[in-house]
Structures are given as structure tokens and as C-alpha cells.
């Protein structure tokens, strides 16, 4: 019987692989110790599943039949911890991944002995197997989504020629950030150097879990810190955060705010009971609601002095953080930048004379944000732009500020966002 920790990878990866879904969230919970081998594992078998597949083809009698999904997941899994997870032995990779083929759900039985004698050849020379991997093209692993994703970050700096280096980065697990909430910070978290109230880890330091499970701090992704760091300075009562849930932004502005009423929106009910959760654990005050955003902002006649609209988008720009990104199936783009319009246009109309709205993603693809921007200058002259963002964070400011944040892909470490800010006059 296979770990549980393979067996979780297994899964994750018939979901990325044959349903084109994301991995489940299921990381943090029953795996213990072996939570790392399996984070480990999968994120290679994501980062790597190109070269992975290139070499099992060869050695197939015939290849024009195709690989089953089934084969294709265990011989992946054997491999990346033959070539790659020096701390597994050969048992532990061969046979695990054996009795995975042998699974009628995650491997396909017929091919078990095919399993087997593939992987105890590669076996006997483990590094001789990485060194025929790793030669392989590394664009084997970056399909077109991803290609498509790189240049986008990279064209607003006129740095398409540093593809490979971006890319090269983006494969390194992303190293967390936090954000003190209340008391001090624990041991081994240390100030960013660039960004005020940030926090990281020091190398070798535990990861601080009870100070995030007694809410007295929180993981926050250093690109959403910079984008909250906007300099406003004008009288702020009425905020609305539009798509809310899980609620790390929503913490910042309660905190950066404090005395405003501040609304909270979010669609999805699983979704609006993680954020009040999220509130509730940080003793924070907001009227959550479950609406559609866009028929919520259609209808009301509130009108707001901030609004965040952090909108729902591909995440072209978390692909660091989420291998599995360059495999889904990106077929909803046009119904996300269908509906972020449609958000923009009407958070744009219940903004107050004074007020500031705030829209960003997460993403670096042009028609997410850039296009945005310039559709609402034409669609909405009455609106201009505010530079509450430090110009180093922007791509084409010739001042000191910018209002486009859409930071240097090489030059910033954080997830790519694009991200607008107006105010109303
Ligand atoms: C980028 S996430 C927001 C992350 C959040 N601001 C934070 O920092 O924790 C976008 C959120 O919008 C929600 N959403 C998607 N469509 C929506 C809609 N039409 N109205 C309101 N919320 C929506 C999604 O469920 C998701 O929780």
C-alpha cells in the first residue's frame, strides 16, 4: 500500500493531468511528516512533467499507442524520486510506485510489470538518470499557456530576450511572506529590507504555524503588501472590498483604516464563510455579504470612498507558486475578462467625489489589466489617475510615483500583479 503522502500526489495529479483542475487543497492536512516529501514530489512532477514523459516515451515498444494516465502518473512519481529525492531509496521509489500501478483508480494494472522494469533500470544509475533528464529541452515542460504568460511579464520592460531566466526563477518554490497583526513577531522572522512591515523568514528557521493559528500574524504575498502600501492620505469612511474572500486584503484595509465601515463582498458561499472565519479569528469588524459583486454594485446606492477590486483572473501571475498553472486548460478567459469589465464599470460608478478604487490581478496578461485601464480612461474621463504606487513598481513612470503597479517580473520578488488605481474628482 502506497503512503499516504504518494498517494495524495497521485491524486493531485490526475486532477491536474485528466480533469484539468488545480490541486486540491488538501496539503496541510492528515499527511504529517510527509507533507514535505509530498509537496516535494508533486511540485516536481509538475515543474518537470515534460521531460518526465519525453523520456519514458523511448522506452515504450510502441509509442504510437499512447500512455494511459495512470502509467504516466507512476512512472513520473518513481522517476523525479529517483532523480531527484536523494533521500528516497531505490525501494521506497521502485516499489511504491509499482503498487501505484497496480491501483484500478490512480495507476493502470496492466502496466505493472511495465512500471516495475522501467524504474529498476533506472535504478541502478540514479545520476546517470537525472543527467539524461535534465538535458532534455526545459521547454518540454512549459507549454503554450506558460510561453504566452512569460512574455506578457516580460514585454512592459522591454525584456523579452531574459525568458529563460524568468522562467528559470519562476521554478523555484516562492519563499513566503508575512505580516505582523498584532503583538511581536516570532523568532526567525525578520524585517524585508525593501518593504516596510513585511516580514520573512530567516534560513533554517521553523515555519511559524502557532503564531499564524492564534492570528496574531498572517501570510501575505509581498506584491499584495506592496499594492496596499498605496499612498492615500484623503478622509476615508466607506470602503467596499468587492471580491473578498479569503480576506487578507480585506485584514489590511480593516487595519489600515480603522474606523471606517467597511463592506465586504464575496460570491462563492464556501468562500464567504472562510472570510468571515478569517475576520472573526482577527477580531475584525466588516459586514460581510454574499452577493454577485457586479449585480450588488448594479443595484445598491451606496457609493464608497476606497473601493478594492481585486478580481477574479486566470492567476497567470501566481504560476511560481502554483505548478499545476502552465497544464490547466485556460479556457474560461473571456468569461473572467468579461466579468471583470463588467466589476470595473460598475465599482467605477459607485465611487465617491474623492474617493480612490483600486482594480487588480493577479495576472500578467495584457487583457486582464492593461486593457482594463485603457477602456476605463476612455469609457470614464471623469475619473483620473492616481499614482499612490512608488514609480520603481510601475512599468513606464517617468515621475517618482506611478498609478499602474505592474512591477519587473526579474526585478521584484512577488507574485505578478497588474494593478490601477483612479480617484474621482
Ligand atoms: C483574487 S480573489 C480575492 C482575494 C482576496 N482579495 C484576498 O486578498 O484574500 C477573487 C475572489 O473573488 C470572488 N469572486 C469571483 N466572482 C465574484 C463575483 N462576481 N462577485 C463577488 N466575488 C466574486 C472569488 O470567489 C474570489 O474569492
Known amino acids: 500500500m502506497p503512503t499516504p503522502a504518494r498517494l495524495h500526489v497521485a491524486h493531485a495529479l490526475h486532477e491536474v493531468f485528466g480533469e484539468k483542475g488545480r490541486v486540491p487543497d488538501i496539503w496541510d492536512r492528515d499527511l504529517g511528516e510527509d507533507a514535505h516529501l509530498a ?68 495507476g493502470f494494472v496492466p502496466h505493472k510489470g511495465l512500471v516495475n522494469a522501467l524504474l529498476r533500470r533506472a535504478a541502478k544509475d540514479r545520476a546517470a538518470l537525472a543527467a539524461a533528464l535534465d538535458a532534455l529541452p526545459a521547454t518540454l515542460d512549459r507549454p503554450a499557456a506558460a510561453e504566452r504568460a512569460l512574455r506578457a511579464a516580460l514585454a512592459p520592460h522591454q525584456a523579452e530576450a531574459e525568458l529563460e531566466t524568468l522562467w528559470t526563477r519562476l521554478q523555484r518554490p516562492p519563499r513566503p511572506a508575512f505580516r505582523l497583526l498584532v503583538g511581536e513577531a516570532p523568532e526567525g522572522l525578520t524585517p524585508d529590507a525593501d518593504l516596510p512591515g513585511c516580514l520573512r523568514l530567516a534560513d533554517e528557521a521553523p515555519f511559524p504555524r502557532p503564531w499564524l493559528e492564534a492570528a496574531q500574524g498572517m501570510v501575505q504575498d509581498r506584491s499584495s503588501q506592496a499594492l496596499l502600501a498605496y499612498a492615500w492620505d484623503r478622509p476615508v469612511t466607506r470602503i467596499l472590498d468587492a471580491c473578498a474572500a479569503p480576506g487578507g486584503k480585506t485584514t489590511t484595509l480593516a487595519l489600515r483604516h480603522p474606523g471606517a465601515a467597511l463592506t465586504a463582498l464575496e460570491v462563492h458561499p464556501r468562500r464567504v464563510a472562510r472570510l468571515r472565519q478569517t475576520l472573526q479569528q482577527r477580531g475584525l ?103 499612490v504606487w512608488p514609480a520603481a513598481l510601475g512599468a513606464d513612470s517617468d515621475g517618482a510615483t506611478t498609478a499602474f503597479f505592474r512591477p519587473h517580473p526579474l526585478r521584484w520578488e512577488g507574485e505578478g500583479f497588474q494593478a490601477f488605481a483612479v480617484r474621482r474628482h
Open 285 to 387: 469588524e466588516a459586514q460581510v455579504i454574499q452577493a454577485d459583486a457586479a449585480e450588488w454594485l448594479e443595484t445598491t446606492d451606496a457609493t464608497f470612498d476606497l473601493i478594492l477590486l481585486d478580481a477574479p483572473c486566470s492567476g497567470s501571475g501566481t504560476l511560481q507558486k502554483h505548478p499545476e498553472w502552465p497544464w490547466l486548460a485556460h479556457d474560461d478567459l473571456p468569461r473572467l475578462t468579461g466579468l471583470q469589465r463588467r466589476l470595473l464599470a460598475a465599482a467605477a460608478d459607485r465611487l465617491a467625489p474623492g474617493g480612490l478604487l483600486i482594480f487588480a490581478v493577479c495576472s500578467w496578461l495584457p487583457e486582464e489589466g492593461e486593457a482594463h485601464r485603457e477602456w476605463l480612461a476612455e469609457a470614464r474621463p471623469e475619473l483620473r489617475p492616481a499614482a
Open 39 to 106: 509537496q516535494a514530489l508533486l511540485g516536481l512532477c509538475l515543474r518537470r512533467w515534460g521531460r518526465l514523459q519525453a523520456w519514458v516515451t523511448p522506452q515504450l515498444k510502441d509509442p504510437s499507442r499512447g500512455v494511459p494516465l495512470g502509467t504516466r502518473v507512476t512512472l513520473a512519481m518513481g522517476l523525479a524520486q529517483l532523480a531527484w529525492l536523494p533521500g528516497v531509496s531505490n525501494h521506497a521509489a521502485v516499489n511504491e510506485s509499482v503498487d501505484l500501478a497496480a491501483d484500478r483508480d490512480l
